[in-house]
């Protein structure tokens, strides 16, 4: 079982940036892989980036360039640099966590955090 706790949203004006953790509990963290969702209100549930338990990366082509994943083995977390905010990124993001290397779609992930909200003014 993993328990999974985001943090760091809020509000931000277009162009600046926000960094959000992902705190994990639970055995074997290093052998999940770990993802970001994002969810604006009236849009389904949509694959941000992804990495595996070696640090291997997975980007959606609407963040490459501005969004950063990384994780922290040890501390048991997972963080999303987000630089060069858009309007369009305000959503309700989520941590998810899967056995083995990430995926990109929602069902296949086992466990999920309570998502926080981040919002971009213009």
């Known amino acids: 079982q993993v328990q999974l706790v985001e943090s760091g949203g809020g509000l931000v004006q277009a162009g600046g940036s926000l960094r959000l953790s992902c705190a994990a509990s639970?055995?074997?963290?290093?052998?999940?892989?770990m993802c970001w969702f994002r969810q604006a209100p009236g849009k389904e549930r949509e694959y941000v980036l992804g990495?595996?338990?070696?640090?291997?990366?997975y980007y959606a082509d609407s963040v490459k360039g501005r969004f950063t994943i990384s994780r922290d083995n040890v501390k048991n977390t997972v963080y999303l640099q987000m630089n060069s905010l858009k309007p369009e990124d305000t959503a309700v993001y989520y941590c998810?966590?899967?056995?083995?290397?990430?995926?990109?779609?929602?069902?296949?992930?086992?466990?999920w955090g309570q998502g926080t909200q981040v919002t971009v003014s213009s």
């Open positions: 998810a966590a899967k056995i083995g290397p990430p995926g990109q779609y929602v069902y296949e992930y086992d466990y």
């Open positions: 639970g055995r074997a963290f290093s052998s999940y892989g």
């Open positions: 990495i595996s338990w070696g640090g291997v990366t």
